[in-house]
């Protein structure tokens, strides 16, 4: 079992910036891949970013240039950086890692950009 907590969200202007973290504890050793995913109300959930335990990264074509995801193994944390935030970037992010074959997700945090 892995257990993720994400941390870091808020209310930005539009143009700001805003940094994200997942601490994943348990069975940790086994993880691949940790990333985000972001949900906005009436819309399907949507890839935003993934890592592998290799630093091998992913990007969503919407955050491409403007989000930057990173990971501290000895902290078992992935990081998520987002720069130049847009109103649409208004969601809900959730952490999730890939272990053994199976996802796990945090419980999410809420990301509102807005004047």
């Known amino acids: 079992q892995v257990q993720l907590v994400e941390s870091g969200g808020g209310l930005v202007q539009p143009g700001g910036s805003l940094r994200l973290s997942c601490a994943a504890s348990?069975?940790?050793?086994?993880?691949?891949?940790m990333g985000w995913y972001r949900q906005a109300p009436g819309k399907e959930r949507e890839l935003v970013a993934t890592?592998?335990?290799?630093?091998?990264?992913t990007y969503g074509d919407s955050v491409k240039g403007r989000f930057t995801i990173s990971r501290d193994n000895a902290k078992n944390t992935v990081y998520l950086q987002m720069n130049s935030l847009k109103p649409e970037d208004t969601a809900t992010y959730y952490c999730y890692a890939f272990s053994l074959g199976r996802r796990y997700w945090g419980q999410g945090t809420q990301v509102t950009v807005s004047s």
């Open positions: 890592i592998t335990n290799f630093g091998r990264t």
């Open positions: 348990g069975s940790i050793f086994s993880i691949n891949v």
